[in-house]
């Protein structure tokens, strides 16, 4: 395999503190075949300049008014020649050996998705390595299975799976990563922290939407759940809820296959994420799973 290009997209608005750190980490890289694209939505202060003087790396810069954070990735990646595309906030900044790191991925094995760890990092400086959740059906009812800017897509891929709906303004992220799976796209995981992810920006700070958006990407693919329904799903396989109503919301849709396997594969999940060490070796399946919900309602499914 001839070695990987990459296009790394930067949506920026009024980032002139921050846009450097995150340029600088991509200078560190030391690779030669990354192109920058810098879609800025027509910022007041200095954004445009900095990205501008930034020689040593090949950046091209979009100003213009646009309709939000995902109309910019869908321009920046509308322009993307590379052979994975990165997306990455104005205040987050990609680890010394990010890069390197997916390249190596992507010699190992071809797939759709190379999706890496993440270290949540706080107004404070105090950071939190995410706890990801396998790529799979459990993500469905479950959110995003890891952070959006450890995500390298192909280019195929985001021919295949279209670009981020505007429908939402905080979630079009794991609204993609969820048409991905129900499109049987392939994801390679890399089990090393690849970006630095700055817990300031709205995608972090604005609850109220975070949740109401998650909730409306669940029911987006099942129609039949309520919002209700929908909340009460996910804040049981995050356990955050005792999940009092799980068993009357499965009995209602039994004959739905795929609700019954993304809500057995996300409880599986988070009971594989709650093993200690030596506890990872139990035999735990999804069929297992499923094959007591069925006990459990006399279903067919």
Not at 132 to 141: A, I, K, P, T, Y
Request: proline share 2%; net charge neutral; with cysteine.
């Amino acid at each position: 395999m001839s070695s990987t290009t990459f296009s790394i997209v930067i949506p920026t608005y009024n980032a002139a503190a921050t846009l450097s750190a995150a340029l600088d980490s991509i200078l560190r890289q030391r690779c030669e075949d990354v192109e920058v694209i810098v879609v800025d939505g027509a910022s007041k202060d200095d954004t445009v300049n900095i990205a501008r003087s930034y020689r040593e790396l090949s950046v091209t810069v979009i100003s213009e008014p646009d309709r939000g954070i995902y109309d910019a990735m869908n321009k920046g990646i509308a322009q993307a020649r590379g052979d994975l595309i990165g997306v990455l906030g104005a205040d987050d900044r990609y680890k010394p050996d990010a890069l390197s790191l997916v390249r190596e991925a992507r010699q190992r094995s071809t797939a759709d998705i190379y999706a890496g760890r993440a270290s949540l990092v706080e107004s404070t400086g105090k950071s939190t390595e995410r706890l990801d959740e396998e790529f799979g059906v459990g993500s469905l009812v479950s959110g995003i299975p890891f952070n959006h800017n450890a995500m390298f897509a192909s280019s195929e891929a985001y021919k295949k799976i279209g670009p981020y709906s505007l429908k939402y303004q905080i979630c079009a992220d794991a609204q993609w990563v969820h048409r991905a799976v129900k499109a049987g796209a392939t994801c390679s995981r890399i089990d090393r922290v690849l970006v630095e992810f700055g817990m300031g920006g709205k995608s972090s700070t604005d609850a109220t939407r975070i949740m109401n958006e998650t909730f409306q990407t669940i029911i987006e693919n099942f129609p039949f759940l309520s919002l209700d329904e929908a909340e009460h799903i996910f804040r049981t396989v995050r356990g955050w809820s005792d999940g009092a109503q799980i068993s009357s919301i499965l009995a209602l849709n039994s004959n739905d296959k795929l609700f019954l396997h993304s809500v057995a594969d996300a409880l599986l999940g988070r009971l594989r994420n709650s093993l200690r060490p030596q506890q990872q070796n139990i035999r735990l399946t999804t069929d297992g799973l499923i094959q007591r919900v069925r006990r459990a309602f006399s279903a067919s499914c």
